[in-house]
């Protein structure tokens, strides 16, 4: 089975604090993804990446940053965390080329900014 | 990108089919169409993917006609468990384009 691990369920932080989230996956799969979740908008792409030291932009990347050094490990970064900043981030992954629309996701991390 | 348009929400009972109808008008040639399933407090998951005609796996079908503007997931004989979120996704993961999800269709089904 897949397994798709995210650092933390829950998280409250205050605002303007560096914050990292991390994901981490077991199945070799090239490809990251960084979502984020809030009511009535649906699942929203923050960042994505292809492959190692690869990222690209998603729909929503502003004061967002992200890190990918390792293959299995795929770390979001809040440079300085904003009330609006508060949410559910989904990590997920998933192989290359057309088996890529398979993606697994994590159990996501409510992350709460005071 | 290819934008879709579901139903906000729809209703149902138990050991009823269950169509789910997504249009995406503007679908790219390289585009494929992938449904998930989210429940509360969990991530989605992959229900079926296809790109043209109909697709079946153990849990849906899908179906697709052929100018791929729009498309069904089919849930046979639905239980309670499936109350859920379903997302109708259009897109090329092997281009620069991203897998949009947008709201979903909020499925509930009743005893």
């Known amino acids: 089975d897949v397994k798709v691990t995210q650092s933390s369920r829950y998280l409250v932080k205050r605002t303007g604090e560096k914050v990292f989230l991390e994901c981490v996956q077991d199945?070799?799969?090239?490809?990251m993804f960084w979502y984020r979740q809030d009511p009535g908008l649906g699942l929203r792409l923050i960042y994505f990446?292809?492959?190692?030291?690869?990222?690209e932009k998603g729909d929503i990347p502003e004061g967002y940053s992200v890190s990918r050094e390792k293959k299995e490990r795929f770390s979001l970064i809040l440079e300085s965390a904003s009330t609006n900043q508060t949410s559910m981030y989904l990590c997920?992954?998933?192989?290359?080329?057309?088996?890529?629309?398979?993606?697994?996701f994590g159990p996501g991390t409510r992350l709460t900014v005071t | 990108l290819a934008k879709t348009t579901q139903p906000i929400s729809m209703d149902s009972y138990e050991g009823q089919e269950v169509n789910i109808t997504c249009s995406h008008n503007?679908?790219?040639?390289?585009?494929?169409i992938t449904w998930y399933q989210q429940f509360p407090s969990q991530g989605p998951r992959f229900i079926i993917q296809?790109?043209?005609t109909k697709v079946t796996n153990e849990v849906a079908s899908l179906f697709i006609p052929a100018d791929r503007k729009s498309s069904t997931l089919s849930l046979p004989r639905v239980s309670l468990s499936d109350t859920a979120v379903y997302y109708c996704?259009?897109?090329?993961?092997?281009?620069?384009?991203?897998?949009?999800f947008g709201t979903g269709t909020r499925l509930q089904v009743f005893p």
């Open positions: 990446s292809y492959d190692v030291k690869m990222k």
């Open positions: 199945m070799d799969h090239e490809n």
């Open positions: 296809g790109y043209k």
């Open positions: 997920a992954s998933s192989q290359a080329g057309t088996s890529g629309y398979e993606q697994y």
């Open positions: 503007n679908i790219a040639t390289n585009d494929y």
């Open positions: 996704l259009v897109g090329d993961i092997r281009g620069t384009d991203k897998l949009i």
